[in-house]
């Protein structure tokens, strides 16, 4: 029911008049605040107060990498916003608070006489650890969830890359990002089919795996941009609750991956043209505040999260902690910094470039 769903959706789509109607995604959007709200408030839920049969904290990461693929697709390929700029941007956004928390970190570490696994602040301060983690016993420092600012950093890298043959007229944009999206299904396919858990569960942090939310994202904007659909209005709400419902442990990995992905990542790029109710709910003023925290809190929480599953503290005490200091080091930490190197690196357009919120 649900592949039929999807589909229903993208024939539409596809089959929808390409018209010169106006820019949905004009302006700020309090929706797609609210869309990293709620992505971080699963993550949460996952990992301080884990449902049975479903990785709640799964879909929350997955609600942030199509987001992702929205912004950073629309940037470098409608926009097309100079690369220069677009790395100045994403490296004040994301480099204060993450490095900030890898020095805190390690330095009480060694103030407690701890012992330090170095590889895993390499690894970390690389971005590289969805590749090169230390496992077991090994495990010193809370760095674990980097893997996602990994996947999402490489993935600025290929959509870079990828906009500089656009802009060369090498290829289209659409015809770069569809092979992007069939080559990661295809390796999808391949890592599903062919290994097995806990191999299967390193492998689907590797960014040839787990950016395929990004990439597809990215691709269905460009289909969606400028076209006049006939959607009913409850098909993106339906499609974000179908791409949460395919998360259910006993749906297939590929299909959970493909299927449910996409669902999510159609349902964002409808989330403009969704119902005023739907928009409302997404734009509602806690949940679009939770999503201005959200990226300090995703960084903060993790500690307090090994400490909960370790029996170490309460789940209520874990949760409480990581959202204090993630809206701590957001406003110490992210936005001055952040001001900061906006106000001072210098480039074309920079003080009127548009701001986009990193997924991770």
């Not at 301080?48 to 990461?61: C, D, E, H, S, T």
């Not at 590889?119 to 674990?144: H, I, M, R, W």
């Not at 992007?180 to 040839?208: D, K, M």
Request: with cysteine; aromatic share 14%.
């Amino acid at each position: 029911m649900s592949l039929i769903l999807i589909a229903y959706a993208w024939n539409t789509i596809l089959n929808s008049p390409a018209t010169a109607i106006p820019d949905p995604h004009s302006g700020h959007q309090h929706q797609l605040d609210g869309w990293r709200g709620a992505a971080v408030a699963l993550l949460l839920l996952g990992h301080f107060y884990p449902l049975p049969g479903i990785n709640i904290g799964a879909v929350g990461v997955n609600l942030f990498f199509v987001l992702s693929g929205l912004l950073m697709g629309r940037l470098l390929f409608v926009k097309q916003v100079a690369l220069p700029l677009f790395y100045r941007r994403r490296i004040a956004r994301i480099f204060p608070a993450a490095f900030a928390f890898i020095v805190f970190w390690t330095l009480l570490a060694l103030l407690r006489g701890q012992t330090i696994a170095w590889s895993e602040v390499a690894a970390a301060a690389s971005f590289t650890n969805n590749y090169f983690l230390a496992t077991g016993d090994a495990l010193t420092l809370p760095f674990q969830h980097f893997w996602s600012l990994s996947v999402e950093e490489h993935s600025y890298i290929v959509l870079s890359l990828l906009a500089l043959g656009v802009r060369a007229a090498y290829f289209s944009a659409r015809a770069a990002l569809t092979v992007l999206v069939l080559a990661i299904s295809g390796i999808l396919v391949f890592y599903a089919t062919n290994f097995t858990h806990p191999h299967l569960f390193e492998l689907w942090r590797h960014t040839e795996v787990a950016a395929y939310g990004i990439a597809v994202s990215a691709l269905i904007m460009l289909v969606l941009e400028k076209r006049q659909l006939a959607l009913p209005a409850w098909v993106a709400p339906l499609l974000l609750c179908v791409g949460v419902a395919l998360h259910w442990w006993i749906v297939p990995i590929a299909l959970k991956s493909l299927a449910g992905i996409t669902a999510l990542a159609v349902s964002v790029n409808l989330l403009a043209r969704a119902d005023g109710w739907v928009r409302a709910v997404f734009s509602f003023y806690p949940l679009r505040l939770l999503g201005l925290w959200s990226f300090s809190v995703y960084i903060w929480q993790q500690p307090f999260h090994v400490m909960v599953e370790y029996g170490q503290m309460a789940p209520s005490v874990g949760l409480l902690l990581g959202l204090l200091c993630g809206i701590v080091s957001y406003y110490a930490i992210e936005q001055p910094a952040r001001t900061w190197l906006n106000r001072h690196w210098r480039g074309e357009a920079a003080s009127h470039a548009p701001v986009v919120q990193a997924a991770s």
